[in-house]
């Protein structure tokens, strides 16, 4: 099958599944991790993003974790890009005291939704 697409004109960006886009991807995101503060950290893989926060005290870990998803999100923005709720999501590890606790996390209305559910 030989086809081919239409020209078009891009003012940012570079195709989906291209190997160049792939290397400017990773150039380009290289400076997220230094969003992290104290008790957090950033680690990238490829186009996978893992932020791992710690705290003993509940409501300082909910304010983190709005804070760093509020972070990423203006990066994103400063960035021309779009974070992805529909496949971002969290992951919780916490004594089963804190069980009935919900920890909803947030940015404009979109939550981030919770793999412990």
């Known amino acids: 099958m030989n086809t081919s697409s239409s020209w078009e004109h891009v003012k940012s960006g570079v195709p989906q599944g291209s190997i160049l886009g792939l290397f400017l991807f990773v150039l380009y995101i290289n400076d997220l991790p230094k969003l992290a503060r104290s008790n957090m950290s950033i ?14 005290d509940r409501d300082e870990y909910k304010k983190a974790m709005n804070k760093i998803v509020s972070d990423i999100n203006e990066w994103f923005n400063s960035n021309l890009l779009h974070l992805n709720y529909e496949k971002t999501s969290m992951l919780e590890f916490r004594p089963r005291i804190y069980n009935m606790i919900s920890t909803d996390v947030s940015y404009n209305n979109n939550f981030i939704s919770n793999s412990n559910r």
């Open 43 to 56: 680690t990238l893989h490829a186009d996978n993003t893992s932020v791992l926060v710690t705290n003993y």
